[in-house]
């Protein structure tokens, strides 16, 4: 067995370890007055969980590519932190799905439906939801915001050394940012107070990732991708 599939085992574990702690979790919280104790398959809490968990995955898959295509300690303890970190908030998501009875794929919606949602802006007809990324195209396999394509998975599988580093950090970077602008969408949307507390902790702990790849970046003399 290889080291990325023995990786990639571990991951799985983990989720699974970490799905029963949401249980706990989620049923030890008081969301207060009006909250819903259990959120429909098309709510916002459902929609984050079920989408986000797919983000979290590429991350863990990539963090554990490029750890097997560099020597560099830096970005592989980056890495390392990124797969356990999100490998654990997707068993939570996950958990939390399980607990609401609801599926973890819903055939007929579109991955980010929920980002497009109206909800009520001090206005009668309230305003729909905007943060940036929430008319994101999939295409090649990239589903959601700032999520990779299969092309660009496979370049990072082949690159090795200074050249994984950098692609591994410019792709993560992308994907940090989607993942932000989904995590404020769910503090802003979801109505189940300890998933809107996980999304708070997401953004704020991928915003302080993101300046940390941007000065690892720049010390390889390279930068974040744009566009």
Same mark, same amino acid.
């Given at each position: 067995? =290889?080291? =990325? ?6 991951? !799985? ?9 949401? =249980?706990?979790?989620?049923? *030890?919280?008081?969301? *207060? ?26 991350? !863990?898959?990539?963090?554990?590519? !490029? ?10 303890r980056l890495a390392y932190d990124i797969a ?19 599926? /973890?794929?819903e055939a007929d919606q579109e991955p980010m ?5 109206p909800m009520d802006m001090g206005s009668d ?15 090649? *396999? ?34 940090? /940012? ?24 997401? @953004? @704020? ?12 970046? /720049?010390?390889?003399?390279? /930068?974040?991708?744009?566009?």
């Open positions: 067995m =290889t080291r =990325t599939q023995w990786a990639a085992i571990t991951a !799985v574990v983990l989720a699974l370890l970490f799905a029963g702690t949401a =249980t706990v979790a989620s049923a *030890g919280r008081d969301d *207060g007055p009006g909250a819903p104790r259990t959120p429909s398959a098309d709510s916002a809490d459902a929609g984050f969980a079920r989408d986000m968990a797919v983000h979290h995955q590429q991350a !863990v898959e990539m963090s554990f590519i !490029v750890r097997d295509s560099t020597d560099d300690e830096e970005v592989r356990n970190t999100q490998a654990n908030q997707r068993g939570m998501l996950l958990g939390w799905l399980d607990l609401w009875g609801l599926p /973890k794929a439906a929920w980002m497009r949602m007809d309230g305003a729909a939801m905007d943060h940036g990324h929430a008319e994101h195209q999939a295409r090649d *396999g990239s589903l959601m915001p700032g999520m990779a394509t299969k092309t660009e998975l496979e370049r990072l599988r082949q690159a090795r050394g200074k050249q994984a580093e950098i692609l591994y950090l410019q792709l993560m970077t992308d994907h940090h /940012k989607g993942g932000v602008s989904m995590a404020k969408g769910c503090a802003e949307m979801c109505a189940v107070g300890t998933e809107k507390d996980l999304a708070e902790g997401m @953004a @704020a702990a991928q915003q302080s990732e993101l300046n940390l790849m941007a000065d690892l970046l /720049k010390a390889r003399g390279a /930068k974040p991708r744009t566009g």
